[in-house]
């Protein structure tokens, strides 16, 4: 049974670029999340998604989205990069938002 | 707003050494709480979840219990290979996880 598949898995990207991350969660698994995750401040999240619908939001500037696709793949996207951008970033997918997430190995992200 | 605190933040064990890593929360209606394993470069593995005070799981060398402040994860004559950290979190409304900071366990053999 495959897992999570994030990719790429490692990105490097100039200050003020843009980037998209893609996300394949386990066949079957509809909710989809995302977070960030730092040396300072662990790990946070951004948003859920469900059936297309983003159904929860962290605490992150609007430079931060996503979006689910009928197939249930995710993709999230920052704009105008900081440097402080610069993390871990891990989906999670669950059958049905109720049980444990398994989560991707995860796209290291570095803004130089 | 949820917190989760999680000590000790490292913890350095000889192998065979039995102890437990502890997870504090405060929320406003705990839908459930998580163990995973981190290793370095890796995802969170996910381990168990616990979800009403007094239950206990386990799994190979690993034991969680609930009560209705904290969880502990008791790791019981560990290995090696035990070596990871462990993050614990809870999910309260929707799907949110909130994780603490982990606990950074090294084995030495």
């Known amino acids: 049974k495959a897992g999570v598949t994030q990719t790429p898995r490692y990105l490097i990207k100039t200050r003020g670029q843009q980037v998209t991350l893609s996300c394949s969660p386990i066949?079957?698994?509809?909710?989809v999340s995302w977070y960030q995750q730092t040396p300072g401040q662990g790990l946070q999240f951004l948003f859920e998604?469900?059936?297309?619908?983003?159904?929860n939001k962290g605490n992150f500037p609007g430079r931060f989205s996503g979006r689910q696709f009928s197939n249930s793949r995710s993709e999230m996207n920052v704009s105008t990069l900081e440097l402080g951008d610069s993390a871990l970033y891990l989906c999670?997918?669950?059958?049905?938002?109720?049980?444990?997430?398994?989560f991707g190995s995860g796209t290291r992200l570095t803004v130089v | 707003e949820d917190q989760v605190t999680q000590s000790p933040e490292a913890l350095r064990l000889q192998e065979g050494e039995s102890s437990s890593l502890n997870c504090s929360y405060t929320?406003?209606?705990?839908?459930?709480l998580f163990w995973y394993r981190q290793d370095p470069g890796k995802g969170p593995e996910f381990l168990f979840t616990?979800?009403?005070a007094g239950e206990e799981k386990e799994k190979e060398r690993l034991k969680a219990t609930l009560t209705k402040k904290e969880s502990f994860l008791h790791i019981t004559a560990p290995k090696p290979e035990d070596s990871a950290t462990y993050l614990c979190?809870?999910?309260?409304?929707?799907?949110?996880?909130?994780f603490g900071e982990g606990t950074q366990l090294t084995v030495n053999p």
């Open positions: 999670a997918s669950s059958p049905d938002r109720t049980v444990g997430y398994t």
């Open positions: 616990l979800y009403s």
């Open positions: 066949s079957g698994h509809r909710s």
């Open positions: 929320v406003s209606g705990l839908r459930g």
């Open positions: 979190a809870v999910q309260t409304s929707g799907s949110r996880l909130t």
């Open positions: 998604y469900f059936s297309e619908t983003q159904r």
